[in-house]
Protein backbone atom coordinates (compact mmCIF):
# COMPACT_ATOMS: atom_id res chain seq x y z
CA UNK A 1 0.00 0.00 0.00
CA UNK A 2 2.98 2.29 -0.78
CA UNK A 3 4.66 1.56 2.50
CA UNK A 4 7.24 -1.06 1.50
CA UNK A 5 8.94 -0.64 5.45
CA UNK A 6 5.74 -0.83 7.21
CA UNK A 7 6.31 -2.70 10.88
CA UNK A 8 4.40 -5.09 11.85
CA UNK A 9 4.39 -6.90 15.53
CA UNK A 10 3.23 -10.39 14.99
CA UNK A 11 1.09 -12.54 17.13
CA UNK A 12 3.35 -15.87 17.82
CA UNK A 13 0.41 -19.10 16.58
CA UNK A 14 -2.88 -19.46 15.89
CA UNK A 15 -4.51 -17.48 18.78
CA UNK A 16 -8.19 -19.02 18.24
CA UNK A 17 -6.85 -22.59 19.32
CA UNK A 18 -4.67 -20.91 22.77
CA UNK A 19 -6.36 -21.03 26.13
CA UNK A 20 -6.72 -17.77 28.02
CA UNK A 21 -3.53 -18.26 29.91
CA UNK A 22 -1.31 -19.31 27.23
CA UNK A 23 -2.85 -16.15 24.79
CA UNK A 24 -1.42 -13.59 27.76
CA UNK A 25 1.87 -15.41 27.93
CA UNK A 26 2.39 -14.20 24.13
CA UNK A 27 1.11 -10.99 24.70
CA UNK A 28 3.00 -9.83 27.77
CA UNK A 29 6.27 -12.05 27.01
CA UNK A 30 6.15 -11.70 23.33
CA UNK A 31 3.85 -9.46 21.30
CA UNK A 32 4.18 -6.72 23.79
CA UNK A 33 7.88 -6.26 22.83
CA UNK A 34 7.37 -6.46 19.60
CA UNK A 35 5.15 -3.57 19.03
CA UNK A 36 7.61 -1.63 21.80
CA UNK A 37 10.27 -2.79 18.76
CA UNK A 38 8.22 -1.75 16.28
CA UNK A 39 7.44 1.89 17.62
CA UNK A 40 11.13 2.39 18.65
CA UNK A 41 13.63 1.19 16.85
CA UNK A 42 15.04 1.72 13.49
CA UNK A 43 13.51 -0.24 10.57
CA UNK A 44 16.32 -2.39 8.27
CA UNK A 45 13.78 -1.94 5.60
CA UNK A 46 14.18 2.35 5.47
CA UNK A 47 10.30 4.19 6.61
CA UNK A 48 10.79 6.09 2.66
CA UNK A 49 7.14 5.84 0.88
CA UNK A 50 7.49 3.92 -2.18
CA UNK A 51 8.31 5.87 -5.70
CA UNK A 52 4.50 6.34 -7.56
CA UNK A 53 4.36 5.36 -11.01
CA UNK A 54 3.69 7.96 -13.43
CA UNK A 55 3.20 5.87 -16.45
CA UNK A 56 3.94 2.44 -17.66
CA UNK A 57 7.68 0.50 -18.14
CA UNK A 58 7.49 -0.54 -21.51
CA UNK A 59 10.10 -3.20 -21.34
CA UNK A 60 9.92 -5.50 -18.43
CA UNK A 61 12.77 -8.01 -19.56
CA UNK A 62 14.25 -9.28 -23.19
CA UNK A 63 15.65 -12.45 -23.79
CA UNK A 64 14.20 -15.65 -25.07
CA UNK A 65 10.90 -17.61 -23.60
CA UNK A 66 12.45 -19.92 -21.59
CA UNK A 67 14.54 -16.94 -20.05
CA UNK A 68 11.42 -14.86 -19.94
CA UNK A 69 9.46 -17.72 -18.24
CA UNK A 70 11.71 -17.83 -15.25
CA UNK A 71 12.06 -14.18 -15.11
CA UNK A 72 8.23 -13.85 -14.36
CA UNK A 73 8.29 -16.60 -11.86
CA UNK A 74 11.23 -14.97 -9.95
CA UNK A 75 9.08 -11.80 -9.91
CA UNK A 76 6.18 -13.98 -8.60
CA UNK A 77 3.93 -12.70 -11.59
CA UNK A 78 2.69 -16.02 -12.64
CA UNK A 79 0.37 -18.97 -10.59
CA UNK A 80 3.03 -20.99 -11.36
CA UNK A 81 2.12 -22.42 -13.96
CA UNK A 82 3.93 -21.80 -18.00
CA UNK A 83 2.12 -18.28 -19.07
CA UNK A 84 2.29 -16.52 -22.67
CA UNK A 85 5.00 -13.88 -22.68
CA UNK A 86 2.95 -10.65 -22.63
CA UNK A 87 4.89 -9.29 -25.41
CA UNK A 88 4.67 -5.48 -26.80
CA UNK A 89 3.07 -6.91 -30.13
CA UNK A 90 0.37 -9.61 -28.60
CA UNK A 91 -0.74 -6.75 -26.21
CA UNK A 92 -1.10 -4.64 -28.84
CA UNK A 93 -3.43 -7.53 -30.40
CA UNK A 94 -5.80 -7.34 -27.29
CA UNK A 95 -5.64 -3.34 -27.45
CA UNK A 96 -7.43 -3.15 -31.03
CA UNK A 97 -10.45 -5.06 -29.67
CA UNK A 98 -11.28 -1.85 -27.10
CA UNK A 99 -11.52 1.54 -28.27
CA UNK A 100 -10.32 2.66 -24.54
CA UNK A 101 -6.88 4.38 -24.25
CA UNK A 102 -4.04 1.82 -23.11
CA UNK A 103 -3.40 3.89 -20.03
CA UNK A 104 -6.55 5.05 -19.01
CA UNK A 105 -7.95 3.67 -15.35
CA UNK A 106 -10.98 1.25 -15.91
CA UNK A 107 -10.25 0.73 -11.88
CA UNK A 108 -8.70 1.00 -9.08
CA UNK A 109 -8.47 -2.41 -7.42
CA UNK A 110 -7.90 -3.33 -3.58
CA UNK A 111 -5.43 -4.13 -1.66
CA UNK A 112 -2.67 -2.99 -3.70
CA UNK A 113 -5.08 -0.01 -4.79
CA UNK A 114 -3.14 -0.12 -8.40
CA UNK A 115 -4.68 1.36 -11.80
CA UNK A 116 -6.02 -1.55 -13.87
CA UNK A 117 -5.94 -0.02 -17.36
CA UNK A 118 -5.91 -1.77 -20.31
CA UNK A 119 -2.84 -2.52 -21.17
CA UNK A 120 -1.94 -4.17 -17.97
CA UNK A 121 -5.18 -6.12 -18.17
CA UNK A 122 -4.02 -7.03 -21.89
CA UNK A 123 -0.68 -8.27 -20.46
CA UNK A 124 -2.85 -10.99 -17.92
CA UNK A 125 -4.97 -11.75 -21.02
CA UNK A 126 -2.37 -12.94 -22.81
CA UNK A 127 -0.56 -14.82 -19.83
CA UNK A 128 -2.99 -16.89 -19.28
CA UNK A 129 -3.76 -17.88 -22.53
CA UNK A 130 -6.93 -15.94 -23.49
CA UNK A 131 -7.73 -14.74 -27.16
CA UNK A 132 -7.57 -10.76 -28.38
CA UNK A 133 -11.23 -11.08 -28.74
CA UNK A 134 -11.82 -11.89 -25.09
CA UNK A 135 -10.56 -8.18 -24.12
CA UNK A 136 -13.52 -6.74 -23.99
CA UNK A 137 -14.75 -9.32 -21.65
CA UNK A 138 -11.61 -9.18 -19.34
CA UNK A 139 -12.21 -5.08 -19.46
CA UNK A 140 -15.62 -5.23 -18.24
CA UNK A 141 -14.96 -8.22 -15.59
CA UNK A 142 -12.25 -5.63 -14.00
CA UNK A 143 -15.22 -3.00 -13.99
CA UNK A 144 -16.90 -5.64 -11.82
CA UNK A 145 -14.23 -6.33 -8.86
CA UNK A 146 -13.40 -2.88 -9.11
CA UNK A 147 -17.05 -2.01 -8.20
CA UNK A 148 -16.26 -1.10 -4.16
CA UNK A 149 -20.19 -2.89 -3.69
CA UNK A 150 -18.21 -6.39 -4.99
CA UNK A 151 -15.59 -5.67 -1.88
CA UNK A 152 -12.54 -7.05 -3.48
CA UNK A 153 -10.68 -5.78 -0.56
CA UNK A 154 -11.56 -8.35 1.79
CA UNK A 155 -10.88 -11.45 0.22
CA UNK A 156 -7.88 -12.06 2.12
CA UNK A 157 -9.32 -14.14 4.70
CA UNK A 158 -7.96 -17.53 5.42
CA UNK A 159 -11.44 -19.02 4.61
CA UNK A 160 -10.02 -18.97 1.07
CA UNK A 161 -12.34 -16.83 -1.24
CA UNK A 162 -11.61 -17.90 -5.06
CA UNK A 163 -13.40 -14.69 -7.45
CA UNK A 164 -15.42 -16.47 -10.70
CA UNK A 165 -16.56 -15.11 -13.81
CA UNK A 166 -20.24 -15.48 -15.25
CA UNK A 167 -20.81 -14.67 -18.68
CA UNK A 168 -24.37 -13.65 -20.64
CA UNK A 169 -25.78 -12.74 -23.57
CA UNK A 170 -24.96 -12.99 -27.23
CA UNK A 171 -21.09 -13.38 -26.75
CA UNK A 172 -20.98 -16.20 -24.84
CA UNK A 173 -21.92 -17.93 -28.68
CA UNK A 174 -20.13 -15.57 -30.31
CA UNK A 175 -16.87 -16.72 -28.68
CA UNK A 176 -17.76 -20.02 -28.39
CA UNK A 177 -17.86 -19.97 -24.54
CA UNK A 178 -18.92 -23.36 -22.53
CA UNK A 179 -22.02 -23.52 -20.70
CA UNK A 180 -22.64 -27.39 -21.36
CA UNK A 181 -21.28 -30.24 -19.83
CA UNK A 182 -17.86 -29.55 -18.07
CA UNK A 183 -18.26 -25.85 -18.65
CA UNK A 184 -15.50 -24.45 -16.27
CA UNK A 185 -12.86 -26.92 -18.09
CA UNK A 186 -13.64 -26.75 -22.07
CA UNK A 187 -12.99 -23.78 -24.37
CA UNK A 188 -11.91 -20.28 -23.69
CA UNK A 189 -13.42 -20.42 -20.19
CA UNK A 190 -10.39 -22.47 -18.63
CA UNK A 191 -8.20 -19.28 -19.95
CA UNK A 192 -10.82 -16.61 -19.21
CA UNK A 193 -10.79 -17.75 -15.19
CA UNK A 194 -6.84 -17.60 -15.20
CA UNK A 195 -6.83 -14.06 -16.28
CA UNK A 196 -9.23 -12.99 -13.80
CA UNK A 197 -6.42 -14.68 -11.20
CA UNK A 198 -3.83 -13.17 -12.69
CA UNK A 199 -5.28 -9.86 -12.41
CA UNK A 200 -6.14 -10.23 -8.68
CA UNK A 201 -2.78 -11.48 -8.22
CA UNK A 202 -0.89 -8.66 -9.96
CA UNK A 203 -3.28 -5.92 -10.47
CA UNK A 204 -5.16 -5.86 -6.78
CA UNK A 205 -1.91 -7.51 -5.34
CA UNK A 206 -3.52 -10.62 -3.99
CA UNK A 207 -0.40 -12.60 -3.11
CA UNK A 208 -0.14 -15.89 -1.56
CA UNK A 209 0.57 -16.35 2.18
CA UNK A 210 1.22 -12.22 2.25
CA UNK A 211 -2.37 -11.06 2.03
CA UNK A 212 -4.43 -13.63 0.85
CA UNK A 213 -4.36 -15.94 3.39
CA UNK A 214 -6.40 -19.30 2.31
CA UNK A 215 -5.57 -22.08 4.92
CA UNK A 216 -5.24 -24.76 2.72
CA UNK A 217 -4.28 -22.76 -0.90
CA UNK A 218 -7.07 -22.32 -3.98
CA UNK A 219 -7.80 -23.71 -7.01
CA UNK A 220 -7.66 -21.54 -10.22
CA UNK A 221 -10.52 -18.89 -10.60
CA UNK A 222 -12.87 -20.00 -13.05
CA UNK A 223 -15.21 -18.78 -15.71
CA UNK A 224 -18.78 -20.16 -16.43
CA UNK A 225 -21.75 -19.14 -18.95
CA UNK A 226 -25.28 -19.77 -19.22
CA UNK A 227 -27.20 -21.81 -21.12
CA UNK A 228 -30.04 -19.55 -22.32
CA UNK A 229 -31.29 -21.49 -24.60
CA UNK A 230 -32.37 -24.29 -22.24
CA UNK A 231 -33.64 -22.18 -19.41
CA UNK A 232 -36.89 -21.95 -18.61
CA UNK A 233 -36.60 -18.48 -16.85
CA UNK A 234 -35.05 -14.99 -17.73
CA UNK A 235 -31.58 -15.33 -18.12
CA UNK A 236 -29.28 -13.91 -15.22
CA UNK A 237 -28.63 -10.93 -16.83
CA UNK A 238 -31.91 -9.96 -17.59
CA UNK A 239 -33.43 -10.82 -14.02
CA UNK A 240 -30.60 -8.09 -13.37
CA UNK A 241 -32.24 -5.16 -15.25
CA UNK A 242 -29.85 -6.02 -18.94
CA UNK A 243 -31.49 -6.08 -21.89
CA UNK A 244 -31.53 -9.45 -23.45
CA UNK A 245 -29.38 -8.41 -26.58
CA UNK A 246 -26.48 -6.94 -23.94
CA UNK A 247 -23.41 -8.84 -23.22
CA UNK A 248 -22.58 -9.19 -19.59
CA UNK A 249 -20.02 -10.41 -16.91
CA UNK A 250 -20.70 -10.88 -13.78
CA UNK A 251 -18.28 -11.56 -11.21
CA UNK A 252 -18.66 -13.72 -8.10
CA UNK A 253 -17.20 -15.65 -5.41
CA UNK A 254 -17.14 -18.65 -3.38
CA UNK A 255 -15.47 -20.57 -0.73
CA UNK A 256 -17.32 -23.92 -1.76
CA UNK A 257 -16.99 -26.34 -4.57
CA UNK A 258 -17.76 -29.93 -4.11
CA UNK A 259 -20.44 -33.00 -4.86
CA UNK A 260 -23.39 -31.75 -6.58
CA UNK A 261 -26.39 -33.46 -5.77
CA UNK A 262 -28.75 -35.22 -7.99
CA UNK A 263 -32.84 -34.70 -7.83
CA UNK A 264 -34.34 -37.99 -8.47
CA UNK A 265 -38.48 -38.44 -9.53
CA UNK A 266 -39.88 -40.82 -6.74
CA UNK A 267 -42.88 -42.86 -5.85
CA UNK A 268 -43.50 -40.16 -3.30
CA UNK A 269 -41.98 -37.15 -4.31
CA UNK A 270 -41.77 -35.11 -7.84
CA UNK A 271 -38.20 -34.23 -10.03
CA UNK A 272 -38.90 -30.45 -8.56
CA UNK A 273 -40.07 -31.35 -4.85
CA UNK A 274 -36.71 -33.50 -4.98
CA UNK A 275 -34.80 -30.61 -6.28
CA UNK A 276 -36.12 -28.22 -3.84
CA UNK A 277 -35.05 -30.50 -0.81
CA UNK A 278 -31.35 -30.91 -2.00
CA UNK A 279 -31.00 -27.59 -2.53
CA UNK A 280 -32.29 -26.78 0.43
CA UNK A 281 -29.90 -29.22 2.80
CA UNK A 282 -27.34 -28.16 0.29
CA UNK A 283 -27.75 -24.50 1.41
CA UNK A 284 -28.16 -25.77 5.05
CA UNK A 285 -24.71 -27.33 5.23
CA UNK A 286 -22.91 -25.25 3.37
CA UNK A 287 -23.87 -21.66 4.05
CA UNK A 288 -24.83 -22.35 7.85
CA UNK A 289 -22.54 -19.91 9.08
CA UNK A 290 -22.88 -17.10 11.61
CA UNK A 291 -21.60 -14.67 8.93
CA UNK A 292 -24.55 -15.93 6.75
CA UNK A 293 -26.93 -13.46 8.29
CA UNK A 294 -24.22 -10.72 9.40
CA UNK A 295 -25.71 -7.47 7.79
CA UNK A 296 -23.51 -4.62 7.63
CA UNK A 297 -23.63 -0.89 6.96
CA UNK A 298 -23.98 -1.79 3.18
CA UNK A 299 -26.23 -4.85 3.34
CA UNK A 300 -25.69 -7.91 2.67
CA UNK A 301 -21.73 -9.15 2.05
CA UNK A 302 -22.74 -12.56 1.06
CA UNK A 303 -23.89 -14.67 -1.77
CA UNK A 304 -25.37 -17.97 -2.95
CA UNK A 305 -25.16 -18.76 -6.01
CA UNK A 306 -27.22 -22.03 -7.33
CA UNK A 307 -26.05 -23.66 -10.39
CA UNK A 308 -28.59 -25.76 -11.62
CA UNK A 309 -28.60 -28.14 -14.78
CA UNK A 310 -31.23 -27.60 -17.69
CA UNK A 311 -33.49 -30.75 -16.64
CA UNK A 312 -33.97 -29.90 -12.95
CA UNK A 313 -34.55 -26.31 -14.50
CA UNK A 314 -36.97 -27.39 -16.96
CA UNK A 315 -38.80 -29.65 -13.82
CA UNK A 316 -38.98 -26.82 -11.75
CA UNK A 317 -40.42 -24.63 -14.04
CA UNK A 318 -43.08 -26.95 -15.53
CA UNK A 319 -43.83 -27.60 -11.43
CA UNK A 320 -45.00 -24.03 -12.03
CA UNK A 321 -42.32 -22.52 -9.92
CA UNK A 322 -40.66 -19.02 -11.26
CA UNK A 323 -36.79 -18.58 -10.17
CA UNK A 324 -38.40 -16.01 -7.23
CA UNK A 325 -40.73 -19.34 -6.29
CA UNK A 326 -37.20 -20.91 -5.80
CA UNK A 327 -35.43 -18.42 -3.92
CA UNK A 328 -38.43 -17.91 -1.92
CA UNK A 329 -38.92 -21.55 -1.19
CA UNK A 330 -35.12 -21.88 0.28
CA UNK A 331 -35.34 -18.76 2.18
CA UNK A 332 -38.48 -19.88 4.09
CA UNK A 333 -37.30 -23.61 4.38
CA UNK A 334 -33.59 -23.71 4.81
CA UNK A 335 -33.39 -23.64 8.37
CA UNK A 336 -30.69 -25.24 11.30
CA UNK A 337 -30.60 -25.54 14.99
CA UNK A 338 -30.17 -22.12 16.27
CA UNK A 339 -27.21 -23.60 18.08
CA UNK A 340 -25.54 -24.63 14.94
CA UNK A 341 -25.82 -20.72 14.29
CA UNK A 342 -24.24 -19.04 16.68
CA UNK A 343 -20.81 -18.75 17.55
CA UNK A 344 -21.27 -18.42 21.20
CA UNK A 345 -23.65 -21.76 21.69
CA UNK A 346 -21.73 -24.17 19.45
CA UNK A 347 -18.10 -23.28 20.27
CA UNK A 348 -18.53 -22.09 23.88
CA UNK A 349 -15.93 -19.42 24.97
CA UNK A 350 -17.26 -17.60 28.00
CA UNK A 351 -16.05 -14.33 25.96
CA UNK A 352 -17.76 -15.26 22.76
CA UNK A 353 -21.31 -13.51 21.66
CA UNK A 354 -24.36 -15.72 21.98
CA UNK A 355 -27.26 -15.18 19.78
CA UNK A 356 -28.77 -13.12 22.45
CA UNK A 357 -25.65 -10.68 21.86
CA UNK A 358 -26.06 -10.59 18.19
CA UNK A 359 -29.98 -10.28 18.44
CA UNK A 360 -29.07 -7.52 20.92
CA UNK A 361 -26.63 -5.84 18.17
CA UNK A 362 -29.08 -5.33 15.78
CA UNK A 363 -27.35 -8.47 13.54
CA UNK A 364 -29.41 -11.13 14.36
CA UNK A 365 -33.35 -11.04 13.95
CA UNK A 366 -35.34 -11.46 16.84
CA UNK A 367 -36.78 -14.74 15.51
CA UNK A 368 -33.65 -16.26 17.03
CA UNK A 369 -34.26 -15.84 20.20
CA UNK A 370 -35.48 -19.32 20.86
CA UNK A 371 -34.63 -22.29 22.81
CA UNK A 372 -31.09 -24.09 21.32
CA UNK A 373 -32.74 -26.73 19.43
CA UNK A 374 -35.21 -25.35 17.49
CA UNK A 375 -35.02 -24.43 13.99
CA UNK A 376 -34.48 -20.93 12.08
CA UNK A 377 -33.54 -19.74 8.74
CA UNK A 378 -30.30 -19.79 7.57
CA UNK A 379 -30.35 -17.04 5.20
CA UNK A 380 -31.33 -13.53 5.65
CA UNK A 381 -33.10 -12.96 2.94
CA UNK A 382 -34.37 -14.50 -0.77
CA UNK A 383 -31.86 -11.56 -2.45
CA UNK A 384 -28.90 -13.05 -1.32
CA UNK A 385 -29.84 -16.66 -3.76
CA UNK A 386 -29.02 -16.51 -7.45
CA UNK A 387 -29.24 -18.58 -9.87
CA UNK A 388 -27.83 -20.27 -12.93
CA UNK A 389 -28.95 -22.31 -15.68
CA UNK A 390 -26.01 -24.58 -16.94
CA UNK A 391 -24.40 -27.45 -16.96
CA UNK A 392 -24.66 -30.74 -18.37
CA UNK A 393 -27.90 -30.76 -20.63
CA UNK A 394 -28.39 -34.34 -20.06
CA UNK A 395 -27.98 -34.75 -16.12
CA UNK A 396 -30.06 -33.77 -13.59
CA UNK A 397 -27.36 -31.64 -11.11
CA UNK A 398 -27.41 -29.33 -8.64
CA UNK A 399 -24.22 -26.89 -6.93
CA UNK A 400 -24.39 -24.89 -4.48
CA UNK A 401 -21.66 -21.86 -4.14
CA UNK A 402 -21.34 -19.78 -1.29
CA UNK A 403 -18.76 -16.93 0.19
CA UNK A 404 -18.56 -14.88 2.54
CA UNK A 405 -17.48 -11.08 2.24
CA UNK A 406 -18.83 -10.77 -1.47
CA UNK A 407 -21.89 -9.19 -3.24
CA UNK A 408 -21.79 -9.89 -7.10
CA UNK A 409 -21.43 -7.04 -9.54
CA UNK A 410 -22.82 -7.03 -12.97
CA UNK A 411 -21.74 -5.36 -15.77
CA UNK A 412 -22.44 -4.95 -19.69
CA UNK A 413 -19.46 -5.74 -21.83
CA UNK A 414 -18.83 -2.70 -24.34
CA UNK A 415 -17.67 -3.90 -27.73
CA UNK A 416 -16.15 -1.97 -30.53
CA UNK A 417 -17.61 -1.03 -33.92
CA UNK A 418 -17.83 -4.80 -35.21
CA UNK A 419 -16.72 -6.58 -32.55
CA UNK A 420 -20.08 -8.68 -32.61
CA UNK A 421 -18.86 -10.25 -35.97
Known sequence: MGVPGLRIAEYPGAVGVHDQDLVRKNV???LFDRIVDGLTKTSADGDTLAAPVTRPVEVAFRGNDEAAQEFFRQQEWTDGLPIIPPTRERVEAFLRHTTRNPDETVAILPQANLVATPRNIAANGVMAGCRPEHMPILIAAVEAIGDEHYNLNNIG??????????VNGPIVKQLGLEYGGQLISKGPNPALGRALGLI???????????NYMGTFGYPLCFALAENEAENPWQPYHVEHGFDAD?????AGATVTWGWPPSPYETADKTAAQS????????ITKRACLPRLAERGTNGFRNMVTLLIAPPVAKALAAAGYSKQDVKDYLYENARAPVSEIG????YGHPEAFTVPD?????????????????LVRVLPSPDLLHIVVCGDPDRNRVMTLWSGYVQPVTKKIDLPAGGDR
Open 275 to 282: ALEFLRVD
Open 358 to 374: YVKLGIYPEEYLVAPDE
Open 200 to 210: VKNVAGYHHGE
Open 157 to 166: TTWGVLPYLL
Open 246 to 250: ASTVT
Open 28 to 30: EGV
Open 343 to 346: WGLT
